[in-house]
């Protein structure tokens, strides 16, 4: 079928509550508004206010009332509107979520999810355009979700709600938009493994969320110019499938590493280490990075468009990955 991945995000959380009864969604404007980017459309009308909890303006109030939810047996989806409004929960996710099961010596597992849209691209200013996944997967206790296909935007969630531990799912807003086939009984799909989306053997690209399809284009030009490469989708942050980045840069011996976030302590840098630490020897070139530049994100487009990541930026890593000059 033909879907978006908004749609496909609406066809999960639909799935979820038709199948648990434990499942319920809240959040800001998700019930008579239908969500600040639509995912929630029309669900209200389909399971009523006890399932569709629209909740004042109050971050650090309804994500701890969902880990209250999840310690009582039930099974919430928290909706954060964007990345930086959950800043203002930090204390309930990492103080609490992320730390209960340790503090209570096993006792008490918190199986909340929490999504949120994450990233820029899309002229909203500094304050709305954050990508701080890579901050959340620093911490112990929190699985990290980053949805980039549309079968991962549809079957990610419901394997989200059978962890017993704490969830973050990380939506692109660029992605809501994007459009394409769907199988009509696509499901549920496996949280653990990065995914390798296209093979080479000249450089590994290792991506994640919104920044997979400039990789993806950025890999069918540089196959134009002699660059085979291989195109990985970490899918998840944390735990990180270390292995599946490991085969990779042993086959082509270089890698280049693509992130939004900036390029001081970001996921890519973690990556990086990793791939220093474990393949090192399996190295011809040092390890590249295509990052956010060092500055709030402009809300100027074309200043904007400068400061993220792009085909442009990461041809050129790669090419001087291969000694192609760049």
Not at 72 to 84: A, H, L, Q, S, Y
Not at 238 to 243: E, I, N, S, T, V
Request: charged share 20%.
């Amino acid at each position: 079928m033909k879907t978006t991945y908004r749609e496909a995000m609406r066809a999960a959380l639909r799935d979820a509550m038709t199948r648990d009864e434990r499942v319920f969604l809240m959040g800001e404007d998700v019930g008579r508004y239908g969500g600040s980017f639509a995912v929630s459309l029309g669900l209200l009308e389909e399971f009523g206010p006890d399932r569709i909890r629209d909740t004042p303006l109050s971050e650090s109030g309804f994500v701890g009332a969902g880990i209250g939810a999840a310690l009582g047996g039930m099974r919430p989806v928290v909706e954060i509107m964007t990345v930086n409004f959950s800043l203002l929960a930090l204390d309930q996710i990492i103080n609490n979520a992320a730390t209960l099961l340790h503090m209570s010596g096993g006792q008490f597992n918190v199986p909340i999810v929490i999504r949120m849209t994450t990233g820029a691209g899309r002229q909203l200013g500094a304050q709305h355009s954050h990508s701080l996944e890579g901050w959340y997967a620093h911490i112990p206790g929190l699985r990290i979700l980053a949805p980039a296909t549309l079968a991962d935007a549809r079957g990610m969630l419901w394997t989200a709600l059978q962890d017993p531990d704490p969830v973050l799912i990380f939506e692109h807003g660029s992605l809501y938009n994007v459009a394409g086939e769907l199988d009509d009984d696509a499901g549920a799909v496996g949280i653990d493994k990065a995914a390798v989306l296209r093979e080479g053997d000249a450089i590994t690209l290792i991506t994640y969320g919104g920044t997979l399809p400039l990789v993806l284009e950025a890999a069918q030009q540089l196959d134009g110019e002699g660059i085979d490469a291989d195109v990985i989708d970490l899918r998840t942050l944390r735990p990180l499938d270390a292995h599946t980045i490991m085969d990779s840069v042993a086959r082509t011996h270089r890698a280049v590493v693509v992130d939004e976030g900036w390029r001081s302590g970001s996921i890519s840098a973690e990556i990086a280490a990793r791939i220093c630490e474990q393949a090192f020897f399996d190295l011809d070139a040092p390890v590249e990075r295509v990052c956010s530049l060092e500055v709030p994100v402009p809300y100027a487009k074309h200043l904007e468009q400068a400061a993220l990541p792009s085909v442009e930026r990461v041809m050129a890593a790669a090419r001087r990955a291969v000694g192609a000059g760049g």
